[in-house]
């Protein structure tokens, strides 16, 4: 009499039945309490966001990005971003006038995946309640759409980025060596997330630290956003 072995089945992560994949955000824009997400116009924007983001007369902000800091040179860049989908460029305005400029890229609906990036800020926005309330928007609009998860990347030596994925409250996964050649130089690329399943409590902080009541008569905080997003 010969005896059968069953074979084990090899696992194969969460079963997720009912996923039939998202779709692309789209360009709408949408409005908060300290600034508004617009869909990007280059011949609009592009002269005005250039002269904010030229305040920065250190040019520390440009030196990660890969875009060109010479005004025409940006325009005509602008102006091809424009007509793409992935990457999706919004500016940010406060009150009317562009002082960011951010995007969808890498976006993968089928799997419900997407990174924002390609961030910005002039130094008028920077370290601002507008700041932090463009980035949430951003990644509420695409949970929101059903999104299971949103992705963060810098270069690994980029120390203002990484702070700022980690003040998010994205998780980092590690480095990709040798990913990139930037501007002559190798690039690490850090990676980072945040998943649905997160988001939810995430959120709560954001409103938390968002709320009028979170900032004096100067316009401090409060309680920084890590321990708002500690109390729920």
Same mark, same amino acid.
């Given at each position: 009499?010969?005896?059968?072995?069953?074979?084990?089945?090899?696992?194969?992560?969460?079963?997720?039945? *009912?996923?039939? %994949?998202?779709?692309?955000?789209?360009?709408?824009?949408?409005?908060?309490?300290?600034?508004?997400?617009?869909?990007?116009?280059?011949?609009?924007? +592009? &002269?005005?966001?250039?002269?904010?983001? @030229?305040?920065?007369? !250190?040019?520390?902000?440009?030196?990660?990005?890969?875009?060109?800091? #010479?005004?025409?040179?940006?325009?005509?860049?602008?102006?091809?971003?424009?007509?793409?989908?992935?990457?999706?460029?919004?500016?940010?305005?406060?009150?009317?006038?562009?002082?960011?400029?951010?995007?969808?890229?890498? =976006? *993968?609906?089928?799997? %419900?995946?997407?990174?924002?990036?390609?961030?910005?800020? !002039?130094?008028?926005?920077?370290?601002?309640?507008?700041?932090?309330?463009?980035?949430?928007? =951003?990644? *509420?609009?695409?949970?929101?759409?059903?999104?299971?998860?949103?992705?963060?990347?810098?270069? @690994?030596?980029? #120390?203002?980025?990484?702070? &700022?994925?980690?003040?998010? +409250?994205?998780?980092?996964?590690?480095?990709?060596?040798?990913?990139?050649?930037?501007?002559?130089?190798?690039? *690490?690329?850090?990676?980072?997330?945040?998943?649905?399943?997160?988001?939810?409590?995430?959120?709560? %902080?954001?409103?938390?630290?968002?709320?009028?009541?979170?900032?004096? !008569?100067? %316009?401090?905080?409060?309680?920084?956003?890590? &321990?708002?997003?500690?109390?729920?």
């Amino acid at each position: 009499m010969s005896c059968s072995t069953a074979v084990p089945t090899p696992p194969l992560g969460k079963p997720l039945p *009912d996923w039939h %994949g998202v779709v692309p955000p789209a360009r709408q824009p949408r409005s908060g309490r300290y600034c508004r997400l617009v869909p990007l116009n280059s011949r609009e924007h +592009g &002269a005005p966001l250039h002269d904010a983001l @030229a305040q920065d007369v !250190s040019h520390a902000n440009w030196a990660y990005l890969v875009m060109p800091e #010479q005004r025409d040179a940006f325009l005509l860049w602008l102006a091809d971003m424009e007509t793409r989908s992935d990457p999706l460029f919004f500016v940010i305005e406060v009150d009317a006038k562009p002082v960011g400029l951010a995007s969808y890229l890498r =976006m *993968d609906p089928a799997n %419900g995946v997407i990174e924002i990036g390609w961030l910005h800020f !002039s130094p008028q926005l920077q370290r601002t309640p507008a700041a932090t309330e463009a980035l949430y928007m =951003m990644m *509420d609009t695409v949970f929101s759409m059903g999104y299971r998860r949103c992705e963060w990347k810098c270069n @690994a030596l980029n #120390q203002p980025s990484w702070r &700022a994925a980690e003040r998010l +409250g994205f998780c980092y996964e590690g480095t990709f060596r040798q990913a990139r050649v930037d501007k002559g130089h190798n690039r *690490d690329t850090a990676w980072f997330s945040i998943l649905d399943s997160e988001w939810p409590s995430l959120a709560e %902080g954001f409103a938390r630290w968002l709320s009028p009541d979170n900032f004096d !008569s100067a %316009g401090q905080q409060v309680h920084s956003l890590t &321990a708002c997003r500690r109390s729920t």
